[in-house]
């Protein structure tokens, strides 16, 4: 799967995207995660991506031009110098192969919230390009003609879509075959549907070695062997857990 994030803080995606299983995936070449500085594509002496409101107001706005013309270079693969400054009628925003887009998320908190189905259906395309907002929002023409998504991270505002395009990356990509390895499968977790009920609970409680840590210990069933009553504890604990802290799931 080929990701390309485009961002004004690239030096921001350094540490998330070496480190542990993406780090691994993209050495190997299972994943091809590219990140863009939006402001190759301006043309001014400041780079500036941003300008004061329309109809006034305080903060600024990130400016539509901008993003149309990094977000054609990235889809076509171009250079940024091919569509910086571009102007005119946007014939060229189609993909230049002549196929649709790639999906195209911008990361906003009105966007439509991410969830497990989401993450598994943009696991399912071959690329996908993120697109990092910041400052009071981006001009409303680059909503309507860059992105094919709007996603939100949460209920809650964050400085910018770079730590909300963090949180796309990791949640879709582990649906990405070869990525976790042999580490887990990503089905049997807190928000999977469970194969065998089709409920959607939070992950049952884990414990490990030592038995005894500060006078407390392990529930005695998991140490019982009986691994049908094993089964049916972690069920009824991951059910308990999901009517107490999530009962919107059920
Ligand atoms: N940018 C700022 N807050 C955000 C959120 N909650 N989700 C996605 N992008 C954001």
């Known amino acids: 799967m080929r990701i390309d994030v485009l961002t004004i803080f690239p030096g921001w995606f350094e540490g998330p995207l070496t480190t542990s299983l993406l780090g691994k995936a993209a050495a190997d070449g299972t994943l091809d995660v590219r990140v863009h500085d939006l402001r190759d594509w301006t043309t001014d002496r400041h780079r500036t991506v ?39 009628p946007p014939e060229g925003l189609a993909h230049v ?16 919230p991410l969830t497990q189905a989401l993450a598994r259906e943009l696991a ?10 910041r400052y009071e929002g981006i001009d409303e023409r680059a909503h309507e003609l860059v992105a094919t998504d709007e996603v939100s991270v949460g209920d ?10 963090a949180v796309v990356i990791e949640a879709v990509t ?8 042999n580490a887990a499968s990503p089905v049997d977790e ?24 500060r006078g407390h210990g392990v529930p005695e069933v ?10 049916r504890w972690r069920h009824d604990q991951a059910r308990e857990l999901t009517e ?7």
């Open 190 to 213: 807190s928000f999977s549907e469970r194969l065998d009920t089709g409920e959607q609970l939070l992950e049952h409680p884990q414990y490990t070695r030592p038995s005894q840590v």
């Open 97 to 112: 192969a002549g196929g649709p887009r790639p999906r195209t998320v911008l990361l906003t908190p009105r966007g439509r």
């Open 124 to 133: 399912a395309e071959d690329r996908l390009v993120l697109c990092c907002g």
């Open 50 to 88: 941003d300008d004061a409101p329309y109809g006034g107001g305080a903060g600024m706005v990130m400016r539509a031009d901008v993003w149309i013309n990094a977000a054609e270079a990235v889809w076509n693969d171009l250079p940024p110098e091919a569509t910086a400054g571009r102007t005119g």
């Open 222 to 231: 998991l140490t019982s062997g009986d691994h049908g009553a094993v089964g």
């Open 174 to 181: 582990r649906h990405v075959p070869g990525v976790m390895g």
């Open 156 to 165: 809650y505002v964050v400085f910018g879509g770079e730590v909300a395009a």
């Open 244 to 250: 107490r802290r999530r009962p919107d799931l059920r």
